[in-house]
């Protein structure tokens, strides 16, 4: 099955490959970047202040390019310097080192940061995926019970299989009651589609694609199920932080205001992004769907409310033991202070 040419703007990256880049951060000072990397930032002033931040091109970074399209920082006195890798963990090593004061990572590598001794805080949730991570089945599997002794396609170490184990505990099974066939997203789709496999993990637009080829299954089982399963999060060191607070602050607010200008100005907002894509606003529009970016309030929780539903904290725990039972990571790491709502919070408060 030759899938169409739309670009599948996708941050998603082998767990697998963490250990060694993030072992290898003492050893390196910088990283190869779209642009050549200098300071993180300078501290300055309000209205006089600086910051860094390597990212991947990924959907959920519409509203930051929204506030840096529109001047939202540099209204609230903050030069952002964003800075593009192919992956986020090739970013590490350069924030690591001071070269970059943020960066924008998925649960997995959060985890792996603090279980490798990286001093950085969590500010800001940059979006969750709400439907755009899928579970598909053949329409004989009647329910996640159903996939006791069965196949099922997903990238061993990524992502998608830390939702496959979370989805198959939901039923009260394990990954020794099914048969885990080490697959990338596309190819899974594809081989579901072709009948090779009865059960995939995928994501759009490959998912939808095979759903719509193949009638004889659907999505079974889909993020929407479980918000908080694969998450993106904006990242600043702690020394950063400490030196640095209110542009720290300016770059929350200014996502902030980017996220408003999305809701209330969707067609300027998406055409925005979709030039830093290279996709249609239409396209971008439709992608969107697939995931949620979380507002003010929204983050308040997620960061700060542990008896809410979406309290990050508990996800990420998950993660590390997920990660220590994996080997990729030696020990649990102490996650407490990895979350740091303050932001999200002044801002809330003074409005």
């Known amino acids: 099955m030759n899938f169409p040419n739309t670009p599948r703007w996708t941050r998603r990256q082998a767990l697998w490959m963490l250990g060694g880049t993030i072992a290898g951060i003492g050893l390196h000072s910088c990283a190869q970047t779209a642009e050549t990397a200098s300071t993180a930032a300078s501290p300055g002033t309000?209205?006089?202040m600086s910051a860094s931040i390597g990212i991947t091109t990924w959907?959920?970074?519409?509203?930051?390019?929204?506030?840096?399209?529109?001047?939202?920082?540099?209204?609230?006195?903050?030069?952002?310097?964003?800075?593009?890798?192919?992956?986020?963990?090739?970013?590490?090593?350069?924030?690591?080192?001071?070269?970059?004061?943020?960066?924008?990572?998925?649960?997995?590598?959060v985890v792996s940061l603090a279980a490798n001794g990286a001093d950085h805080r969590v500010v800001m949730v940059a979006d969750t995926s709400l439907g755009a991570d899928v579970?598909?089945?053949?329409?004989?599997?009647?329910?996640?019970?159903?996939?006791?002794?069965?196949?099922?396609?997903?990238?061993?170490?990524?992502?998608?299989h830390f939702f496959v184990l979370q989805v198959l505990a939901e039923a009260g099974l394990s990954e020794k009651d099914v048969e885990l066939v080490n697959t990338p997203p596309d190819a899974a789709a594809a081989a579901y589609q072709t009948g090779s496999i009865e059960i995939a993990y995928s994501y759009s637009?490959?998912?939808?694609?095979?759903?719509?080829?193949?009638?004889?299954?659907?999505?079974?089982?889909?993020?929407?199920?479980?918000?908080?399963?694969?998450?993106?999060f904006y990242v600043f060191s702690n020394q950063f932080i400490q030196s640095s607070p209110q542009a720290v602050a300016a770059f929350v607010e200014g996502n902030i205001k980017g996220l408003e200008f999305l809701e209330s100005n969707r067609d300027e907002g998406l055409a925005i992004?979709?030039?830093?894509?290279?996709?249609?606003?239409?396209?971008?529009?439709?992608?969107?769907?697939?995931?949620?970016?979380?507002?003010?309030?929204?983050?308040?929780?997620?960061?700060?409310?542990?008896?809410?539903?979406?309290?990050?904290?508990?996800?990420?725990?998950?993660?590390?033991?997920f990660l220590e039972a994996q080997g990729q990571i030696e020990s649990t790491p102490d996650l407490s202070n990895v979350i740091d709502p303050q932001f999200v919070n002044a801002l809330q408060t003074n409005g």
């Open 135 to 160: 579970l598909l089945a053949r329409n004989s599997i009647q329910s996640i019970a159903d996939f006791r002794g069965k196949k099922i396609g997903v990238e061993l170490g990524g992502i998608g």
């Open 273 to 321: 992004m979709a030039k830093q894509l290279g996709i249609t606003p239409e396209e971008l529009d439709g992608q969107l769907q697939g995931i949620q970016i979380p507002d003010l309030a929204a983050n308040v929780e997620m960061l700060g409310n542990s008896s809410n539903e979406l309290y990050m904290l508990n996800s990420m725990n998950d993660m590390a033991e």
């Open 59 to 109: 959907i959920g970074n519409t509203p930051l390019y929204i506030a840096q399209e529109k001047g939202f920082f540099q209204e609230l006195g903050l030069t952002l310097d964003i800075r593009v890798f192919q992956t986020v963990a090739q970013a590490f090593p350069a924030f690591t080192a001071g070269q970059l004061s943020a960066i924008a990572p998925v649960t997995s590598e």
């Open 46 to 48: 309000p209205g006089n």
């Open 205 to 232: 637009p490959y998912s939808d694609q095979a759903n719509e080829a193949q009638k004889d299954g659907r999505t079974i089982y889909s993020t929407k199920e479980m918000p908080t399963a694969i998450a993106d």
